[in-house]
């Protein structure tokens, strides 16, 4: 999807153990984020990120974490991992002078 | 994947007739938006945008019209195919601020097109 991939693409998980999901993309874009996509909720952002080591919450971060040591890659860190997790996570690019964000095919992620 | 529809109101159209989305955004200063198509299984999919200058704004078979009196947005589709069948939510951005460019988006709704 024009320059952003996401791995894995489907993932289930214990509850309790940790769980990293990355966005990878090859167009140097600043603004990175994440996503979950919940039944009844929409799209609900858990953190963005600025540029390298510049990152901040979204409306749901609570139980994750993210780290961008490098433009291109941005990784999203379940410490512990529960069920209320279990969701579609999206990852996004932000084009700037193309408008509006470039999506990632998702991760879809089970926690049992 | 198909969970993305549960919840969502659900538009239903003969194929070859026209659509029409409606969205209620919610912040009167938003200057920018923009309407995403999501197919089962799928990220969602950048349609058509408009700023908040405009009232109006065409792409290839698809209309978008924004009415800042009532904030409200609408995608319209003519000639509805089955290929158009996905869940469509707008999005909008608020005023230009430092540090950040945040979309926030809507819940959606399906649409399922009739053969």
């Known amino acids: 999807d024009a320059g952003i991939t996401q791995s894995p693409r489907h993932k289930v998980t214990e509850t309790g153990t940790p769980v990293t999901l990355r966005c990878h993309q090859t167009e140097n874009h600043r603004y990175m984020y994440w996503y979950r996509q919940d039944p009844g909720h929409g799209l609900r952002l858990i953190h963005y990120?600025?540029?390298?080591?510049?990152?901040d919450k979204g409306e749901v971060s609570d139980g994750y974490s993210v780290s961008r040591s490098k433009t291109e890659d941005f990784l999203l860190t379940l410490e512990s991992a529960t069920s209320s997790q279990t969701s579609v996570y999206f990852c996004?690019?932000?084009?700037?002078?193309?408008?509006?964000?470039?999506f990632g095919s998702g991760t879809r992620l089970t926690v049992v | 994947g198909e969970s993305v529809g549960l919840h969502l109101p659900t538009l239903s159209v003969q194929e070859g007739d026209n659509s029409i989305i409606n969205c209620a955004y919610s912040n009167s200063a938003s200057d920018y938006f923009i309407w995403y198509k999501q197919e089962s299984g799928k990220g969602p999919q950048f349609i058509i945008d408009i700023r908040s200058n405009m009232d109006k704004r065409q792409g290839q078979r698809v209309t978008v019209l924004l009415n800042k009196t009532v904030k409200h947005l609408s995608l319209q589709i003519a000639a509805t195919q089955p290929g158009d069948s996905a869940v469509y939510f707008c999005?909008?951005?608020?005023?230009?601020?430092?540090?950040?460019?945040?979309?926030?988006f809507g819940k959606g709704t399906k649409l399922s097109v009739i053969p």
């Open positions: 990120s600025y540029g390298v080591k510049d990152t």
């Open positions: 996004a690019i932000n084009r700037e002078s193309l408008g509006g964000y470039t």
């Open positions: 999005a909008e951005k608020g005023p230009s601020g430092a540090g950040s460019y945040q979309l926030t």
